[in-house]
């Protein structure tokens, strides 16, 4: 995590797809992709984190949606582990109810596939 980040008052980010959120939706809660669950936990971004993140992970992939979640609301289930390059990355050991999110945004791609992270955000 970044010094300048308080963790408590952050707000994290999930991207997946739009039909994946439009199911969670109707359930009431986001289980998670397929990664997530395989590692036991929702992968989150931070603001810093986001576009790396996009790139990585989600290249290429259309259709797909940026959701805001303040952490605080997310309790003691939101955890801040080491991930990539020893960067505290925010992890929900939970589902995620979808009326926790503070938006949700379409994640266009660039003409070559690359995720648009919304102006302000990077």
């Not at 009431?28 to 576009?51: K, N, P, W």
Request: charged share 25%; aromatic share 8%.
């Amino acid at each position: 995590m970044r010094p300048d980040v308080e963790i408590g008052s952050a707000t994290i980010y999930k991207i997946c797809s739009r039909e994946s959120w439009d199911d969670a939706c109707r359930l009431g809660r986001y289980t998670g992709s397929a990664d997530d669950r395989r590692d036991g936990f929702i992968h989150f971004s931070a603001r810093h984190q986001l576009a790396a993140t996009a790139e990585k992970y989600f290249k290429g992939q259309a259709d797909l949606v940026l959701i805001a979640v303040e952490a605080a609301r997310l309790g003691t289930s939101l955890r801040w582990e080491p991930s990539r390059g020893g960067d505290l990355f925010p992890h929900l050991y939970k589902d995620l109810e979808t009326r926790a999110a503070l938006s949700v945004m379409p994640l266009p791609l660039d003409d070559q596939g690359h995720p648009l992270i919304p102006e302000g955000l990077v």
